[in-house]
């Protein structure tokens, strides 16, 4: 940290040296705390009305929060180098839990998911959303610029193993996030567009196959449903349409706060975590969730504003990735609430209630800041 | 192609960085795009559409259904009311596997297959979140059973409702009717919302003669219930109009004497007070529980019943016809004193038999089977009702001819519906060349006319026909409606008057001298009432033939089986001054009108005693006919 006043280029000057210096000291980005602190509070006034008025269940999301932020301001203070390095044994630590969790992990409803130790229960996959992104960053960082085959080939590996370990415990829809958030650093690392094309093209000819043999029965259910809710209106369809007509019944002004009759009658399920969009959507209406879209956006610009300024190509990476995957939970939580997207259990970032989520993407956004607030090289 | 160094390039990542950041945003832009788009297809395009449904899920509109009216006697005793009842309803929308539930409800408590099989068929026609009944009258022990197995059970309602009970069963079983499930053919024709959560309905009788008024009209509420169906609160009310209340004409202590008296012989018993036309007892026996039909029979009980030779389920009283047999007699007096053919004082020679001119055909009397010869060299009109002397009547209906005895005994209700305020009435057979020719398309025979004279042949009429014929002769010529109801909620409702049938005074005399003699005279056929009467009763016996009995063989009541024995039927009125009460009987197979005059005894007796408007004068002295 005292390098980095070392290294201002106006040192001892305390007009310039000191505005920037108070916040730079703790590493923190100070619009990307302001934008995600009114997220929060906006998260939590939503799940206030959404948890059926549970001081309790706000004031559990409150102490999430305030640890997630701890963390992210921890997060913040590491260097960036230091995340380099650390990045393969974060890795190869992650990939061993992973199967570790295949071998001796908890869960419930048919997927092993957690691991416990010592009373303590977490789910490893977290740990991958972060380190997936770091080796694959780590990795191409070292190489030349775009990547080249074989280097490409190394990433899709270190991506693939951690996916291909997931999307057996099975959690298809946590194993595609790991994946994507790897591909984020290929994209900005200036991946070629043949790549690009090629995987596409692989994607569209394996979608079949993969229909046929790949999916589990629950699965192709949940995509048939989000083409049509109407044909299992009480099975599978029954999320679907409750949340349609949650969304739908707000209108432009919304039914007011706490008047979600949806949510309070219990009509829509999971109506606190992963569907608490469309409470805010019936009580704000249209105006709520284009507020809720304009701060989203506003935070993955910050992120894409922060690598197109980040001093390496490191953290340029990591920045891409990390708004990027930031935003895929934003685009897929909100898409699969409206019926775009199959229902798979993406959370909406800080405003769903829940802990882990929240951790993980907090320890991102501390990274962001860390390369926020990296300091120059010293020579260019 | 970039060349293929192999040092880093900044400027040149830094370059594609941009670019790429650029795409990404754009892309990112795009995305929000789409999901923009889509919220706002859901909250403003189609925002009319899923707030109605919202409302719907919300708001739920529940039938309130009325109290079904009440019955009561003429004295107030409660003849149909309704007790609380719990019946298993499901919501369908609120069940998540329809067949393991109710795999799982078969398990905690009886559910038949016909219950499945009438829910099936309900659940078609329901609305969404409208509960659909499977289980009536649930007992105290299921229903704890289901609140213990309730969390597991979303969907499935227990209700409580109002049931239709019949405090004396049998007694009033044909004199009421019953009520029953709604069927699909009901479901169809019955108002769909004033129906909407009634399961009842009127099937026979006054139950479903009086449907209208006993039913009431349906209410609503709107209330708030969550997605477990459990109603939160009820936001609006409408109450519903409870179903009108039922006075009967009829009268307990005379239904129940009826009933008594019948015993466990088949045969009904009508009684009307020709002043109202009211019907103070209509008992068919034997009865059946009507109880049992209120939540659906089953079909052991229900074959048991049809089944049965002594065919419970018919209604004698108005369903069943008979021939009148010489109850006939006084109405066939009043024909020949209308037509001018006889007056009381004319007389027909009396050798015990009787035929046409130019025929060898005997047409025999009754008593000369008894005394081998006639009822007196000539007998007269008083004498011919008293003694029931078949040969007066002969000559009487040869004279009539049929089509104008037709004419004359059709005022006193034969041949055609009375028009009783209950359900299945039979018209009954008042022949006539004409009715010959489109019912067997045969002209009719003289011969014919002969034992239509003394109600035997084609003529048949209902205990109910009998009873309104005599309560007109008691009337001297009223023709009223019958009418079971007295008053509905306190108001009465009268009985529809007819154009009376004018008669001089000396001829309604002239005929009630005749039938007083039946009861009150030395030789009168059913003189054995007169013992310790103290009214004078009007009436005329009657025996009717149940199986063909050849030219000269002779009836013998010992060696006929007991279902071929004669019917015997009894009409009678009292008093006779001021009569307050007409009957009309029949005991099938009683052998002959013996076992039904005692019946008219019981009755008349009865009503008399309690009926506090008419004083009941003790006859001092009585005038030996």
């Known amino acids: ?380 | 192609m970039l060349p293929q160094f192999d040092l880093k390039d900044p400027q040149l990542e830094s370059r594609v960085y941009g670019t790429r950041t650029i795409i990404a945003v754009g892309l990112v832009m795009i995305l929000l795009g789409v999901i923009l788009m889509r919220y706002y297809t859901l909250q403003v395009t189609e925002y009319e559409i899923y707030r109605t449904q919202s409302e719907r899920n919300r708001v739920q509109l529940q039938p309130l259904p009325p109290r079904r009216g009440l019955i009561y006697d003429r004295n107030g005793v409660l003849l149909a009311d309704n007790r609380p009842s719990y019946m298993l309803s499901i919501m369908r929308e609120r069940v998540p596997d329809l067949e393991a539930t109710l795999v799982d409800l078969q398990a905690i408590l009886p559910v038949s297959d016909g219950d499945i099989e009438t829910f099936r068929k309900k659940l078609y026609r329901t609305r969404p979140y409208e509960p659909v009944p499977l289980r009536f009258r649930l007992t105290e022990e299921e229903r704890a059973r289901l609140a213990v197995n309730r969390f597991r059970l979303p969907g499935v309602v227990v209700e409580a409702q109002l049931l239709r009970h019949y405090p004396h069963g049998e007694l009033f079983s044909h004199a009421l009717g019953y009520v029953g499930r709604i069927n699909e053919q009901e479901a169809q024709e019955l108002d769909e919302t004033d129906y909407r959560g009634t399961f009842h309905v009127g099937k026979v009788g006054i139950e479903k003669y009086y449907e209208d008024i006993l039913h009431g009209h349906v209410g609503y509420q709107n209330v708030e219930s969550n997605a477990h169906g459990r109603v939160l609160r009820v936001l609006e009310r409408i109450a519903p109009e409870r179903g009108r209340d039922l006075t009967l004409s009829l009268d307990y202590n005379i239904q129940l004497a009826a009933f008594e008296a019948l015993g466990d012989r088949r045969g009904a018993v009508v009684a009307i007070d020709p002043r109202t036309g009211g019907l103070l007892a209509l008992v068919s026996t034997p009865g059946f529980d009507t109880n049992l039909f209120v939540n659906g029979i089953s079909s052991s009980e229900y074959s048991a019943l049809r089944d049965s030779l002594d065919v419970p389920l018919f209604n004698r009283a108005i369903q069943g016809t008979y021939p009148p047999g010489s109850t006939i007699k006084p109405f066939m007096a009043m024909a020949g004193l209308l037509s001018g053919l006889v007056n009381p004082q004319s007389t027909v020679r009396d050798p015990g038999w009787y035929s046409l001119p130019g025929d060898s055909r005997k047409y025999r009397d009754w008593i000369l089977r008894v005394t081998g010869t006639g009822h007196a060299y000539s007998v007269n009109m008083k004498m011919a009702i008293a003694e029931s002397c078949d040969v007066y009547f002969y000559d009487l209906a040869r004279r009539l001819t049929i089509d104008r005895m037709h004419d004359y005994l059709l005022p006193f209700g034969f041949g055609e519906r009375t028009g009783i305020d209950t359900t299945n009435e039979r018209t009954g057979v008042l022949p006539s060349t004409q009715w010959k020719r489109a019912a067997m398309a045969q002209s009719w025979y003289p011969g014919e006319t002969i034992s239509a004279g003394i109600g035997q042949g084609y003529m048949l009429a209902s205990p109910l026909q009998l009873a309104v014929a005599t309560s007109v002769m008691a009337s001297r010529g009223q023709r009223r409606v019958p009418r079971l109801v007295m008053a509905v909620d306190g108001e009465p409702l009268p009985a529809p008057q007819l154009a009376p049938l004018e008669a001089p005074p000396e001829y309604w005399d002239a005929v009630f001298d005749g039938m007083r003699e039946v009861v009150h005279g030395q030789r009168g056929t059913a003189k054995a009432l007169a013992k310790g009467i103290l009214y004078e009763m009007a009436g005329k016996t009657g025996t009717a033939q149940v199986i063909g009995i050849a030219q000269n063989s002779v009836y013998n009541e010992a060696q006929v089986a007991e279902r071929h024995r004669h019917h015997g039927l009894f009409i009678a009125f009292a008093p006779i001054e001021a009569p307050t009460i007409a009957v009309g009987i029949i005991v099938e197979n009683g052998g002959g009108s013996s076992a039904a005059s005692p019946i008219a005894r019981a009755v008349i007796d009865t009503w008399l005693a309690t009926e506090p408007v008419a004083p009941v004068a003790p006859v001092a002295a009585m005038e030996p006919g």
């Open chain 1, 1 to 380: 940290m005292g390098d980095y006043v070392r290294q201002l280029p106006h040192h001892g000057s305390r007009d310039m040296a000191r505005r920037p210096s108070a916040v730079m000291r703790f590493h923190i980005d100070v619009p990307l705390l302001l934008l995600l602190l009114v997220l929060g509070v906006f998260g939590l006034l939503v799940l206030y009305s959404a948890s059926g008025q549970s001081l309790e269940a706000v004031y559990r999301q409150g102490s999430y929060l305030l640890l997630a932020f701890t963390i992210m301001i921890v997060a913040a203070q590491i260097r960036l180098q230091q995340y380099a390095s650390w990045a393969p044994w974060l890795y190869v630590v992650g990939v061993l839990t992973l199967i570790a969790v295949l071998l001796v992990g908890v869960g419930a409803k048919g997927a092993q998911r957690w691991l416990e130790v010592g009373g303590f229960r977490f789910q490893p996959a977290e740990i991958m959303k972060l380190a997936v992104p770091l080796a694959v960053s780590w990795f191409l960082a070292g190489r030349v610029l775009p990547p080249r085959f074989f280097a490409v080939i190394g990433a899709v590996i270190l991506l693939a193993v951690p996916a291909g370990l997931i999307v057996v415990q099975p959690d298809l829809g946590t194993s595609l996030l790991i994946a994507a958030s790897g591909l984020f650093v290929l994209f900005m690392a200036g991946i070629g567009w043949r790549y690009i094309f090629g995987a596409a093209v692989l994607a569209a000819a394996s979608a079949w196959p993969v229909w046929l043999y790949g999916l589990k029965e629950y699965q192709k259910q949940r995509i048939l449903t989000m083409f049509n809710p109407e044909s299992d209106k009480l099975g599978s369809g029954w999320n679907i349409i409750q949340s349609k007509t949650a969304i739908g019944s707000g209108g432009w002004e919304g039914k007011g706060w706490m008047q979600s009759t949806q949510s309070r009658l219990d009509f829509l399920p999971e109506s606190h975590t992963d569907f608490i969009i469309a409470v805010l959507a019936e009580e704000h209406g249209l105006r709520g969730i284009i507020l809720l879209m304009s701060i989203y956006l506003l935070i993955v610009l910050r992120g894409f504003w922060i690598g197109a300024h980040a001093q390496t190509s490191f953290g340029r990476m990591m920045a891409g990735s990390l708004t990027l995957t930031f935003f895929v939970y934003i685009f897929v939580n909100m898409g699969m609430v409206a019926g775009l997207l199959p229902v798979v259990g993406v959370p909406l970032p800080l405003v769903s209630a829940g802990g882990t989520a929240l951790v993980t993407l907090f320890a991102g956004f501390g990274v962001l800041m860390a390369i926020s607030t990296e300091p120059p090289k010293a020579s260019t």
